[in-house]
């Protein structure tokens, strides 16, 4: 080849890699925390925002009107802060939590419906469900707990060997999802405490998140496997196929129809992914917070909007933003 034709062949490949680029900006984004969001959450049909930061508070916004709908301050101890937040697949009820407390939030009308304090280690995950019926807990010292918040039925989870990491909730509360450092994700009934599946990692389980209809679950581990399994009979469906030989995930979510998946890593990192395959479709970077040292941003969360063209991102960087999905015969 020519140093003409190589000249023209690398400025082409830097037009297609800035069109692509391009495609790839946020088309909109909102400051959501002035000085970075610490934790955070977003509904399914990401309609709110709910965000732990160190000056602020949690704060919930309402991503339609795009107001800050409320400011909750939970009755924490000096040297804590609330870590995990989670809201309700219905979006009636939001939970947040510390490390030995936490609060549960009627959305509708901003206030507090229960305050509550462990006793025993501290909280690692949480979730709850519907109507803010229940929470889910994973703790420090190896225990998951399940908690009906309307008649006091408590469950405590004995079958994993090491501290907990991240847990789900189905949105009726009957199915939790479970992952710990001892290299295993549980998927068990919430009623018995009986285990339905068992997934085995070569490391120890970081990530998971259930389908809200009840079709698939994802485990991840903190080194290189990404599985997305079959609920019904355990079976593996796929794999996320990716080179990286550390690949952590900080968020995950499924679409409505269960065929895509969206993941966030501590990276800015963004990817869309097909279910059936486990092929990556398309990624994006969440913007770091300007003046940022160093120059990164942790995707907090993810969540598709309702008809699927675009999704929504909180980030450490306190900015929620908003991406364009390409159509299907774009992606090749």
């Not at 006793?119 to 908690?147: C, E, F, M, P």
């Not at 085995?200 to 998971?208: E, I, L, M, Y």
């Not at 770091?288 to 008809?307: H, I, M, Q, Y």
């Not at 908003?322 to 299907?328: G, K, L, V, W």
């Amino acid at each position: 080849m020519s140093i003409f034709r190589t000249f023209l062949y690398l400025q082409c490949c830097t037009l297609l890699i800035a069109c692509s680029e391009q495609k790839e900006h946020a088309t909109a984004s909102y400051e959501h925390a002035a000085r970075g969001a610490f934790s955070s959450a977003l509904s399914h049909d990401g309609r709110y925002s709910l965000i732990s930061s160190i000056h602020h508070g949690v704060a919930l916004w309402d991503n339609q009107q795009q107001v800050l709908k409320y400011q909750w301050f939970q009755q924490q101890d000096q040297d804590s802060l609330v870590h995990t937040v989670a809201i309700a697949f219905d979006n009636s009820h939001a939970v947040t939590a510390e490390k030995t407390t936490f609060a549960v939030w009627n959305i509708n009308t901003g206030d507090n419906v229960g305050y509550y304090k462990i006793k025993t280690a501290t909280i690692r995950d949480i979730a709850i469900s519907n109507q803010g019926r229940s929470v889910l807990y994973g703790r420090s010292d190896n225990v998951v707990v399940y908690l009906n918040l309307e008649t006091g039925r408590r469950i405590e989870f004995l079958g994993h060997q090491e501290k907990i990491n991240v847990v789900d909730l189905s949105p009726n509360g009957r199915f939790a999802l479970s992952g710990s450092n001892d290299y295993v994700a549980y998927f068990w009934d919430t009623q018995s405490g009986q285990v339905i599946h068992r997934f085995n990692h070569p490391n120890r389980v970081t990530q998971v998140a259930l389908d809200p209809q009840g079709r698939y679950a994802f485990t991840a581990d903190s080194m290189a496997q990404a599985h997305i399994w079959q609920l019904t009979t355990g079976d593996l469906v796929s794999k996320l196929k990716y080179i990286a030989r550390q690949k952590i995930f900080t968020a995950v979510r499924f679409n409505d129809q269960a065929t895509r998946l969206l993941t966030g890593s501590p990276n800015r990192l963004v990817d869309l992914w097909q279910i059936a395959d486990g092929e990556k479709i398309q990624s994006w970077h969440v913007t770091p917070r300007e003046g940022s040292k160093p120059k990164s941003a942790v995707v907090l969360d993810v969540a598709f909007t309702n008809d699927d063209t675009a999704l929504l991102t909180e980030s450490s960087s306190g900015i929620a933003e908003r991406f364009t999905i390409r159509e299907a015969n774009e992606h090749n």
